[in-house]
């Protein structure tokens, strides 16, 4: 054994032959220091994750996709049994106020009439409508829009960075009682669908982000003024934005820190040695 030690090239001092100072011990510390803070800051990027964001144009699958919409809105002065709720779309489907009672409902309120649940649409150009029945065509359709959303939830959700939740509900709060008699109500809505990823949890949404305009307009149809409605034509774009959280493995994690943890104390060995040879130098 004795033979082969003397082949050895990482040779060190014995701690009783090394020779401790304040310089070297102020420097560990700090590298220590160091070295622990990068680790606490770099944790919580560990557990967030990244995301990568895509913008896409979708392949059109003309309709065949139904897209949920959830409303509250509530209209007056209407009473329920004078209001119905249609939807109307390019490929021939119209339905008059035929709505799956257990996600939809309609109540009478003191002011008038609130729908609130959720109904679908197909992915394509169409409108949805709250029509008056047999009422006269001088009346005011004021109303209230508490909310509206596209496509899936994002409750208690974590938006990527400069995603506003906003922006997934437009017409939220908005309240058009203005005087406006017999003018019908026209909000063309144009959406925008994004899909949010999370590999860590598995989790896949396609809310939809939208924008509108807002005009009015007095219906006519043989001469005759119409009574007033609330039209929202929506009109989907082709492009998909894609927001796919990712999170680094831990074998990559524990790689990258102790690589900082060697170049760390590689540099502070080097200012160390640095300071020694000009002290040295100067007192020689």
Known sequence: MI?????DIFQTPSFYVSDPKPLGGILTISSVLFCALCFLLEIGSFKAGYVKEVV???????????????????????PCQH????????????????HDQKRFIKEDTNTGCRFYGSIYVREMS??????????????????IIHDLRFGDPI???????????????????????????????????????TELYDDSEESHL????????????????????????????????????????KHQSLWVFVTRHLALLGGVFTFTQLIYSTINTVKNHKFN
């Open 83 to 98: 209001l119905s709720l249609d939807i109307q779309d390019s490929k021939g489907r119209y339905e008059l106020d035929e």
């Open 206 to 245: 396609n809310p939809y982000q939208y924008t509108y305009t807002h005009r009015t307009f007095v219906g006519h149809h043989k001469g005759k003024p119409t009574p007033p409605r609330i039209y929202f034509r929506v009109e989907f774009s082709p492009l998909t934005m894609r927001y796919k959280r």
């Open 155 to 193: 409750e208690n959700v974590t938006l990527p960075e400069g995603v506003l939740e906003e922006s997934f509900g437009t017409l939220r709060d908005i309240e058009m009682e203005r005087d406006a008699l017999g003018r019908t109500h026209d909000y063309f809505v144009k959406l925008v669908k």
């Open 3 to 7: 033979t082969i030690s003397r082949f």
């Open 126 to 143: 169409g409108n949805f409508h709250i029509t008056p029945r047999k009422v006269e065509s001088n009346y005011t359709l004021n109303h």
């Open 56 to 78: 896409y144009v979708e392949e059109q699958q003309y309709g065949e996709t139904h897209v949920n919409v959830h409303l509250d809105i509530t209209v007056f002065p209407y």
